[in-house]
């Protein structure tokens, strides 16, 4: 599977964004989906996941609770992070994984794919 993440850039304060991560090569609901973010100087951190198939589990890091929503659309192979009232410290760079399980995910390790980064700047 190789995975495409797109939809990052420049963005004020309080505003979105759609990052999207398209899966091609295999099918991608067979996997489990996460969007981590690393910003400069910071460790990578897990901000959302979703179950394979039917996307019927979800996960978020606190910081992006009810700001952030992770998505799958399994007819397009496609993973999707909608992100909503952002602020300064969602900037970083966002990459999109693939893995068995939403425990992986959170765990860290072993996932089975990546993708390229997508870049997020939010300005003040």
């Known amino acids: 599977v190789q995975l495409q993440a797109s939809g990052g850039g420049l963005v004020q304060a309080g505003g979105s964004l759609l990052l999207s991560c398209a899966a091609s090569g295999r099918t991608f609901s067979g996997y489990a989906a996460g969007w981590f973010r690393q910003a400069p100087g910071k460790e990578r951190e897990l901000v959302a996941a979703?179950?394979?198939?039917?996307?019927?589990?979800?996960y978020y890091a606190d910081s992006v609770k009810g700001r952030f929503t992770i998505s799958r659309d399994n007819a397009k192979n496609t993973v999707y992070l909608q992100m909503n009232n952002l602020k300064r410290e969602d900037t970083a760079t966002y990459y999109c994984?693939?893995?068995?399980?939403?425990?992986?995910?959170?765990?860290?390790?072993?996932?089975?794919?990546w993708g390229k980064g997508t870049q997020v700047t939010v300005s003040s």
């Open positions: 994984a693939a893995a068995p399980t939403t425990g992986t995910l959170r765990s860290g390790y072993g996932m089975d794919y």
């Open positions: 979703i179950s394979r198939s039917g996307g019927t589990i979800t």
